[in-house]
Each structure stands twice: as C-alpha cells, then as structure tokens.
C-alpha cells in the first residue's frame, strides 16, 4: 500500500540545521505534488514548503530562505533541509502528497491525501 515515512527530525540548538527525508513507497511518486506541513502544540498543522512534480517550489514566508525542498524521483524520496533554526521551528513535522499534474503544488492541506506519521523537531534555545 501507499506508505510515506519521515525521518531526519531530532533535537537541535537554535541556528542549527536538520535535514528530514519523506520516503514514500508503494507506486511511483514522480507525478506528485509533495509537501511538508509543521504542527506545533495547539496550533494548526499549517504547510511549511511544497513542491511539484516538475519541481516547482513554495515555501511559507517563516522559512523561506532558511529551509530548502527537494525531491529524487529516482528515490522516491522528498527532502527538507532546515537552517538557521529557530524555537519557533519547533513542531512535529508531516511529509504529504497527491497527484497532480499542475505545475504549481497545493498549499490547502485538504488536497493532500497520503500522509506519514510525523517527526518531531525541537528547537532549543
């Protein structure tokens, strides 16, 4: 069955860096659009970066210029390297995706319908 596992999260100083892989399995994923969605403690799971089959990007502006999305079909595997990290970053991390053949990925949460089970980044200050 379609399955997609998050990896890479972990304890990290502010200004450090973590880098999350999304593994997906169970069919090709090259004709997704894929993402990666935050969800801090009381707060909604909001979408953090996204990225199109062809490659096309979205990042929220809390991260954009910090955090990198990135994709190996060949693996299908989607990549997040997070930078400068900040206590604000802290939030259980959730890799998603569906197929699409637009360009440009959904930023509504709704439309993405695989989902993994989370990994937890923490931010210390």
């Known amino acids: 069955q379609v399955q997609l596992v998050e990896s890479g999260g972990g304890l990290v100083q502010a200004g450090g860096s973590l880098r999350l892989s999304c593994a997906a399995s169970?069919?090709?994923?090259?004709?997704?659009?894929m993402g990666w969605f935050r969800q801090a403690d009381g707060n909604e799971r909001e979408l953090v970066a996204a990225?199109?089959?062809?490659?096309?990007?979205f990042y929220a502006d809390s991260v954009k210029g910090r955090f990198s999305i990135s994709r190996d079909n060949a693996k299908n595997t989607m990549y997040l390297q997070m930078n400068s990290l900040k206590p604000d970053d802290t939030a259980v991390y959730y890799c998603?995706?569906?197929?699409?053949?637009?360009?440009?990925?959904?930023?509504?949460?709704?439309?993405?319908?695989?989902w993994g089970q989370g990994t937890q980044v923490t931010v210390s200050s």
């Open positions: 990225i199109g089959w062809s490659g096309v990007t």
């Open positions: 998603a995706s569906y197929v699409s053949w637009a360009t440009m990925p959904s930023r509504v949460r709704d439309d993405y319908e695989y």
């Open positions: 169970g069919r090709s994923f090259s004709r997704d659009a």
